[in-house]
């Protein structure tokens, strides 16, 4: 145990050698942040939408930027794919841990160190943006803290979907096509393109069901408030289901990889 | 120690002509060839030894390492070392042995090499004094103290091979696979390399394994070879009986100035205008020479003898590799 929390923390500080990536992030987050409050200016002065406020969109849009790092969906560990085409995976396996904790403490650390070097900017400016373009504080106490539990169980699951995408990279000559199918729908369904409220009724029935829009969506609403505090505790009991059911699916197909593993050459 | 009774390991591969044809029958039949990478190799290493596994490229060497290391999973016949199966009990065994592939690192890049060795030292679990120590005289064996804080991504090759060792040797494991540990280095970082594993060897009566295709490593470190070729074993033994066996004949070169004809009885090797060269096999090299002055004008003589590579290359030529 000891050896997987000092690699959480060597990741951890690992990643927070990448200041210009931050920067960079930083800046693409606030035009993304800029244009999407344009965006939903000009929808909602049209429209209204009982399912979501203006001001819960806006804030839902400002938190979406400031912990993209931790929730988004497209992340693929070069790392590893490449451990897995070269080889070198060969050196994990002569080591005394598990490899699924291993990569999966290696990804959640990324996610991790990425989002620590960006969020609190972001959520600054969001604070101080002109009425009604900013980042309103969270609807009260209580949503605050569940919002904190309810995206950082967000991270732990979504690590989880991430290592089964890295384990059947193992079965694949190249790992593109599975990343770009699966992140593609993840990212419709679990809210990342348009919040969950905003989409059709029956895709917003289907979503309920499934494990993506616990990924950031219910987080941020429930921040805002948008969820209520029952709604939360019970999308926060279906997250701890959901992270024990994708982990121990991840689990199994790694170790079926891994018996079928044969590092060639070299 | 280490005993491994016939071991056999088959790759499927898969089996393709080029261009557009081929690609796309593929999608209803794959044919598939078997390549028998290890093919019934037998043999046992005792504690303290140093081990030199030599062959071709493609001759099953890394294979072999990559059982014994319990990375792969032989088709049939066992691998024990000290009575463990590696691959059954891998998390169990791999805490006993350390690894190094010279063609991979196993160093975390972006992270200074010290960091990396105290992580090594969480995952293995060291007891403090005993990784101080191991560190220590590590270090100093290979004089690191001045690169052990700068990020693996800034070393050079031969220092970072360094690291590689001393990063395979800080849980004290009783046995160390080194898989081309010198490819890639110059003559220097070579010598300190073997200087150094000997020494390891020797101090700690660590059992190594060692594959290379550098044929002075293996002459400076190990007194027992294992020959393998397409699979299958060929030759194991001390390197001098090697060298008897296969390496008994001498090379003479002879320099002239002009040569009209070669005398009678001679093994030529190689004939340019100005030189010649003669396998002397067993016939007295004093002969050849007095044979040589009565046709044309010797300037000067040179006798080589047969280096480990060629004896390497015979061997090859007699099992037709």
């Known amino acids: 145990m000891i050896g997987y929390l000092s690699y959480f923390k060597v990741r951890l500080i690992a990643g927070l050698q990448y200041k210009v990536s931050a920067i960079a992030g930083l800046a693409t987050a606030f035009f993304w942040a800029i244009m999407f409050c344009c965006i939903y200016g000009a929808f909602y002065s049209n429209a209204t939408i009982p399912d979501m406020s203006f001001k819960a969109i806006i804030t839902y849009t400002w938190l979406k930027q400031a912990f993209l790092s931790l929730t988004y969906m497209n992340d693929r560990d070069s790392e590893i794919l490449n451990s897995i085409t070269d080889g070198t995976v060969a050196y994990e396996l002569a080591r005394p841990y598990n490899l699924f904790s291993w990569w999966y403490i290696k990804i959640l650390a990324h996610k991790f160190s990425a989002a620590f070097l960006k969020f609190l900017p972001v959520i600054l400016v969001g604070l101080i943006m002109p009425k009604p373009y900013n980042l309103s504080l969270p609807n009260s106490f209580p949503s605050f803290i569940l919002f904190v539990i309810s995206l950082i169980l967000g991270a732990v699951l979504l690590c989880g979907i991430l290592m089964i995408i890295h384990s059947i990279a193992f079965f694949t000559i190249n790992h593109k096509g599975i990343f770009s199918i699966s992140t593609n729908v993840m990212m419709l369904l679990s809210g990342f393109v348009i919040p969950i409220p905003l989409l059709p009724n029956i895709v917003q029935k289907l979503t309920f069901y499934l494990p993506f829009r616990l990924l950031s969506d219910s987080s941020y609403r429930i921040y805002s408030g948008n969820i209520n505090i029952p709604d939360a505790i019970f999308d926060i009991k279906l997250q701890l289901i959901w992270i024990v059911i994708i982990i121990v699916i991840g689990y199994l197909i790694m170790n079926k990889a891994l018996k079928k593993v044969s590092v060639q050459g070299g | ?321």
């Open chain 2, 1 to 321: 120690m280490i005993e491994v009774k016939h071991l056999c390991k088959t790759f499927r591969v898969l089996k393709r002509k080029g261009g557009i044809r081929a690609t796309l029958k593929t999608f209803i039949k794959r044919d598939y060839t078997y390549i028998k990478a290890v093919d019934d190799v037998s043999f046992s290493i005792k504690k303290g030894e140093i081990v030199g596994y030599i062959g071709p490229n493609g001759a099953g060497k890394s294979t072999t390492i990559k059982m014994l290391t319990g990375i792969l999973n032989p088709d049939s016949g066992s691998v024990r070392v000290g009575g463990i199966d590696p691959f059954k009990d891998r998390k169990k065994y791999v805490k006993n042995i350390g690894v190094v592939f010279g063609q991979k690192s196993q160093l975390w890049w972006d992270i200074p090499v010290i960091d990396s060795f105290n992580l090594l030292r969480d995952i293995y679990k060291i007891d403090k004094e005993e990784y101080e120590k191991n560190l220590n005289e590590l270090v100093s064996l290979l004089k690191l103290e001045n690169i052990i804080n700068t990020p693996v991504r800034q070393l050079s090759l031969g220092q970072r091979m360094k690291c590689e060792l001393v990063a395979s040797l800080l849980h004290s494991p009783s046995i160390l696979f080194l898989d081309e540990p010198t490819i890639g280095l110059d003559a220097v970082s070579k010598v300190a390399l073997r200087k150094f594993i000997k020494d390891i060897n020797q101090r700690k009566q660590v059992t190594i394994i060692l594959t290379t295709h550098d044929m002075s490593d293996i002459e400076a470190l190990s007194n027992r070879v294992i020959v393998i070729g397409k699979g299958k074993k060929l030759y194991d033994g001390s390197l001098s009986k090697l060298k008897k066996d296969f390496g008994n004949s001498k090379i003479l070169e002879i320099i002239y100035n002009k040569l009209d004809k070669i005398p009678e009885g001679i093994d030529v090797i190689k004939k340019t205008n100005n030189s010649i060269l003669i396998n002397i096999g067993d016939n007295s090299s004093s002969d050849i020479i007095a044979k040589f002055v009565k046709v044309c004008e010797v300037k000067d003589i040179n006798i080589y003898e047969d280096n480990i590579d060629n004896i390497i290359l015979k061997l090859y030529k007699e099992y037709n590799l």
